[in-house]
C-alpha cells in the first residue's frame, strides 16, 4: 500500500502550482506511454469475454426499459457491500446498474493496479466502452439514457475515456476508437478522482471530493475548473469538508482502511442528492 501512496503522492497531491500540475501531467503522460507501448492489443469482443461474466446487474422493479448507471469500482477492486448500497440508492428511483470487475476476468491482482503495474487507467477506459457497448443491447436498460460512476481508479478511468472521446482517440490496447463509443452517455459522476488532461467531448461531469483525502488533493481540480474548455460539457467540483479517500464507502474493505477510509453519510446523502439533479430524479 505505501507504493500506492507514493505514486498518488507523486502525481496528485500537493500540487501548488499550475507549472507544477503540467510537470505532473507531463509525468502521466510518460506513463501512458509506455503502457501503449507495452499493451497488447485487443478487441471490444476480447474484453467482453472478460468482463461480461463478472458483472452484476441491479435492476428496479417494473418492465422497463430503465437508465442505468454503469459502476466502476477503484484499484482495490469490487467490494460488494459499496456497489450494493449504491444500487439500492438507484433502484428506488428506477434506475439499474451495472457493476463492472476489471479484474477477475483478467486475473489481476488489486496491488498490480493500486501500484500502477498493470491495467492502467488508460487501458481500462476500454472497459468503459465496452461496457456502454453491452447496456445497449439490454431490453430492459434505456440505451439512451446511460451514465458512468468511477471510484478512485475508476474515476481516472473515466476521466481517460472522456479525454479520448474528444479527440476519438483509442485506449491503451485498442486499435481504433470504435464508432459512437460513448454515444448515449448523459453524465459522469467521478468519486476522488483527480483532473488531468483536458476534454472536451459534451458529457456533463461531476466529481466528488473530500478535503481529507490523503491521495488525492482536491487543489487539483480547483487548479483545473477555470481552465476547462468552454465548448465540453460542464465539470462540477463537490468538496467536502473533512472527507477521506472512499467517503461513501459504509463497508470498507481491508485497503480501504489502511487508507485512512471513514465513511461519511453526511457526505455520501450530499452526493446522491447532486446525483439525483443531474439525473432528474425529483
Not at 14 to 34: N, V, Y
Not at 221 to 237: F, I
Not at 247 to 252: I, L, Q, R, V
Request: aromatic share 10%.
Amino acid at each position: 500500500m505505501l507504493r500506492l501512496i507514493n505514486l498518488f503522492l507523486i502525481y496528485f497531491v500537493s500540487l501548488a502550482s499550475i507549472s507544477q500540475a503540467q510537470d505532473s501531467l507531463a509525468a502521466m503522460g510518460e506513463l501512458e506511454k509506455k503502457a501503449r507501448a507495452s499493451v497488447p492489443i485487443t478487441t471490444l469482443s476480447e474484453i467482453n469475454a472478460a468482463l461480461r461474466p463478472h458483472d452484476i446487474i441491479y435492476m428496479p422493479e417494473g418492465e422497463g426499459p430503465f437508465p442505468a448507471v454503469l459502476f466502476f469500482h477503484g484499484c482495490s477492486g469490487r467490494t460488494l457491500a459499496h456497489e450494493q448500497d449504491w444500487a439500492k440508492r438507484y433502484n428506488s428511483e428506477g434506475v439499474a446498474v451495472i457493476t463492472v470487475d476489471s479484474y477477475s476476468g483478467r486475473d489481476i491482482r488489486w496491488e498490480e493496479a493500486c501500484n500502477m503495474e498493470k491495467m492502467l487507467p488508460w487501458q481500462r477506459a476500454s472497459d468503459i466502452i465496452s461496457t456502454v457497448e453491452y447496456a445497449k443491447t439490454l431490453d430492459k436498460i434505456n440505451g439512451d439514457e446511460l451514465y458512468v460512476a468511477g471510484f478512485s481508479h475508476g474515476a481516472l478511468t473515466i476521466w481517460a475515456s472522456l479525454v479520448y472521446a474528444s479527440t476519438e482517440t483509442p485506449p491503451v490496447g485498442l486499435l481504433n476508437w470504435p464508432k459512437d463509443a460513448l454515444d448515449g452517455v448523459k453524465g459522469a459522476f467521478m468519486f476522488y478522482g483527480s483532473c488531468l488532461a483536458p476534454w472536451t467531448v459534451d458529457i456533463d461531469a461531476t466529481m466528488f471530493l473530500g478535503d481529507a483525502d490523503i491521495y488525492i488533493d482536491e487543489k487539483v481540480c480547483q487548479l483545473y475548473q477555470p481552465n476547462h474548455p468552454k465548448d465540453a460539457g460542464s465539470l462540477t467540483l463537490e468538496i467536502y469538508k473533512d472527507a477521506t479517500h472512499t467517503f461513501d464507502h459504509a463497508k470498507p474493505n481491508a485497503s480501504n482502511v489502511e487508507a485512512g477510509s471513514v465513511y461519511d453519510a453526511t457526505a455520501t446523502q450530499a452526493s446522491w442528492e447532486r446525483i439525483k439533479q443531474v439525473m432528474k430524479i425529483k
